[in-house]
């Protein structure tokens, strides 16, 4: 889901109390429709306790796709936990030719309670094409624990880079 506010209310917004919060509000909605996963398939539904063999959300298996959550979900195949400050990213954001081709919506999982017992693929990197509604996993950095991938210029022609922060908490499987 997103929300869109109007930039010039929401930047004077807090020096203000003259309107609702609600005035600065734009659009909103559903934005995910598709979800496609490390291996470029569509994710789809979870085969129960045993393995996923196309369609596993790697961000809640092992390689394999065998689910290794600490938890088993009640009322979902999978989950995205935690997309940590989505934001988009703007085509050729330092100048013509410069940066990314396309605008880019990129998000990633923070953090997940994994089982310590099991073998686990990790949290993934996410880019949302917004026209297409759908959300692609783009790489697994780690076992958890990113708080941002942001794209930077790296100054070296047409090179770009995306770093990712490292979010500090001690993870705990229990």
Same mark, same amino acid.
């Given at each position: 889901?997103y929300?869109? %506010?109007?930039?010039?209310?929401? $930047?004077s %917004?807090m020096g203000?109390?003259?309107? *609702?919060?609600?005035?600065?509000?734009?659009?909103?909605?559903?934005?995910?429709?598709r979800?496609?996963?490390?291996?470029?398939? /569509?994710?789809?539904?979870r085969?129960?306790?045993?393995?996923?063999?196309?369609? !596993?959300h %790697?961000? #809640?298996?092992?390689?394999n796709?065998? %689910?290794?959550? +600490?938890?088993m *979900?009640?009322e !979902?195949?999978?989950?995205?936990?935690?997309? @940590?400050?989505?934001?988009?990213?703007?085509?050729?954001? +330092?100048?013509e030719?410069?940066?990314l081709?396309?605008?880019?919506?990129?998000?990633?999982?923070?953090?997940?309670n994994?089982?310590l017992?099991q073998?686990?693929?990790?949290?993934? !990197?996410?880019?949302?094409? /917004?026209? $297409?509604?759908? &959300?692609y !996993?783009v790489?697994a950095?780690?076992?958890?624990?990113?708080?941002?991938?942001?794209?930077? #210029?790296?100054?070296?022609?047409?090179c770009?880079?995306? &770093? @990712?922060?490292?979010? @500090? &908490?001690? &993870? $705990?499987?229990q």
């Open positions: 889901q929300v869109d %506010y109007d930039r010039s209310l929401f $930047s %917004y203000t109390t003259d309107m *609702p919060a609600s005035d600065m509000v734009v659009g909103m909605g559903d934005m995910i429709e979800v496609v996963n490390l291996k470029g398939e /569509l994710v789809g539904k085969n129960g306790e045993s393995e996923t063999a196309v369609g !596993a %790697y961000g #809640n298996t092992d390689a796709g065998k %689910y290794t959550m +600490w938890k *979900p009640k !979902a195949d999978w989950f995205l936990q935690s997309l @940590c400050s989505a934001h988009l990213e703007q085509k050729h954001q +330092w100048g030719g410069i940066g081709e396309d605008n880019m919506f990129i998000t990633n999982e923070e953090w997940a994994f089982a017992d073998e686990f693929v990790g949290q993934s !990197a996410h880019a949302l094409d /917004l026209e $297409s509604k759908t &959300l !996993a790489g950095f780690a076992n958890g624990g990113f708080e941002k991938n942001v794209e930077i #210029n790296v100054r070296l022609g047409q770009t880079s995306v &770093l @990712c922060s490292r979010f @500090c &908490l001690s &993870l $705990s499987s």
